[in-house]
């Protein structure tokens, strides 16, 4: 049995679970409490806990001693000393409510084919459980996972290198940092290169994160440990007083949460320049502040069209982004490939400059929008829909590139427009013409013209239609 079908036969256990009315998030963070103790007996681990709670304690129960076992095991993992422990169990609590349902998806983990489990990788079968529960509408979770094809291109991209300290300050389930690590290590070879203490720092220092949701976190930590990643999973918001200690990373990979603070409430940060209640606006000062000033630190951040043209703070906060760091690149996402389908949303990519004034000399505009299909679980995301923006992104020389997708706007264009960023889709730019912004008012008034022409053209031909019709009364 292969990874994809344990997933499969591991999912198909939340069926055991709907008289219960358990949700499909909380029936993975269920799986995850149950998975850590089989995983740990599984990779000879367990001496990290306490011997009555370890695995075969569950096997061996049934029925009512069964559910008390499982609820006291709960509360006193979640009180260990061990800080991992600590992590998974904190707060957790069982949504099982018959005994008889537990013991099936005890017994059911139980009699998994483990060998071929841990063959493939236990994290790759826990990323699949992920994967799973965020493609469930019903289950909400989409909002915390990016789709894998978009996660890895960034990566790609952005390409972090052994010794780079990179974070998400909203990891969600870990996704991009797990992403980060396997791309490091593919480059050198499973760390097989690098010496004890390099490799001691790729697993507990380079790569790490923030999740303000309890559960989330909970299925971050046991993603991270599943991929050997040791490394710091704080639980807090990083909008808090908590992220200004979050700094001089290398490397920062993230898709922040959309909306506004509860009750339009500002956030409470000394090192921000402009307040806002806008939390996509707040994560972009968090992340090119918590960036290395050193001409090489960069990020790759998706936000929602609405950064890229509000006004206000909103263009105080792009002309600041783009006074700090070097804007290089805007890629104009596809519509329907997040949980909320009619969310627009880019990738921004930019560099930090070792001053804070003057690094952004021209921005380019890849649109991967404009006619592109409906996407959704029967027309997937994939790599090849990214085949072009690749080829454009990494050109030795940008301008040579032949692509109508493809346009560039100087920063004092850019500034002429109000630092108005909602540029570079096809529908906005006649004749594809890189050297001219668009004029809103000049779009405006060419749209009623042409509405007007529309109009008249359709009087006329109600005219005709009648005088017709009179002719052939006569």
Request: glycine share 8%; proline share 4%; charged share 30%.
């Amino acid at each position: 049995m292969n990874n994809r079908e344990m997933v499969q036969k591991l999912w198909n256990l939340c069926n055991i679970l709907r008289d219960d009315g358990i949700t499909y998030h909380q029936y993975v963070t269920e799986l995850t409490y149950l998975l850590f103790l089989k995983m740990m007996k599984e990779t000879g681990q367990e001496y990290m806990i306490p011997e009555k709670y370890r695995w075969d304690s569950l096997v061996e129960k049934d029925g009512a001693e069964l559910k008390g076992h499982y609820a006291r095991l709960l509360t006193d993992l979640g009180k260990e000393e061990n800080q991992l422990l600590r992590q998974i169990y904190h707060d957790a609590k069982s949504n099982i409510r018959k005994p008889e349902n537990l013991r099936k998806i005890i017994q059911s983990i139980n009699h998994l084919d483990w060998y071929n489990a841990k063959q493939e990788g236990l994290g790759d079968l826990y990323e699949g459980l992920l994967e799973k529960n965020a493609g469930e509408f019903k289950s909400g979770a989409g909002q915390y996972f990016t789709p894998r094809v978009l996660v890895n291109v960034m990566v790609e991209l952005v390409d972090p290198q052994p010794g780079e300290r990179c974070h998400d300050p909203a990891a969600g389930t870990f996704g991009f940092m797990v992403a980060a690590a396997r791309h490091v290590r593919e480059q050198i070879g499973q760390y097989s290169r690098l010496s004890d203490e390099e490799v001691k720092f790729q697993k507990y220092q380079a790569f790490s994160g923030v999740e303000l949701v309890p559960d989330t976190h909970r299925l971050a930590v046991m993603n991270a440990l599943l991929h050997d990643i040791h490394g710091e999973i704080l639980l807090g918001d990083t909008l808090s007083p908590l992220g200004e200690r979050l700094k001089n990373f290398d490397v920062i990979l993230t898709n922040p949460p959309f909306g506004t603070k509860k009750g339009g409430e500002r956030v409470k940060r000394n090192d921000f320049t402009f307040q806002t209640a806008n939390k996509q606006l707040n994560f972009l000062q968090h992340v090119y502040r918590a960036l290395k000033p050193d001409g090489k630190a960069r990020a790759a951040v998706v936000v929602p069209d609405n950064v890229l043209f509000e006004e206000g703070i909103g263009a105080d906060i792009r002309r600041e982004l783009m006074e700090m760091c070097n804007l290089h690149t805007i890629l104009r996402l596809p519509t329907g490939i997040f949980y909320a389908p009619g969310v627009k949303t880019n990738v921004l990519f930019f560099t930090r400059g070792e001053k804070d004034t003057g690094n952004t000399k021209e921005v380019w505009v890849y649109d991967l929008r404009t006619d592109m299909p409906s996407f959704g679980k029967r027309n997937p995301l994939t790599r090849e829909h990214f085949t072009g923006f690749i080829r454009a992104y990494t050109a030795e020389d940008r301008r040579q590139v032949k692509d109508e997708r493809w346009n560039v706007f100087t920063r004092e264009e850019i500034a002429k427009n109000g630092d108005n960023l909602d540029i570079g889709l096809l529908s906005f730019a006649p004749l594809y013409n890189p050297e001219k912004l668009p004029d809103p008012i000049a779009k405006s008034e060419e749209a009623v013209e042409k509405l007007g022409m529309a109009i008249s053209l359709i009087n006329e031909v109600i005219a005709e239609l009648k005088a017709a019709e009179q002719r052939g009364r006569r």
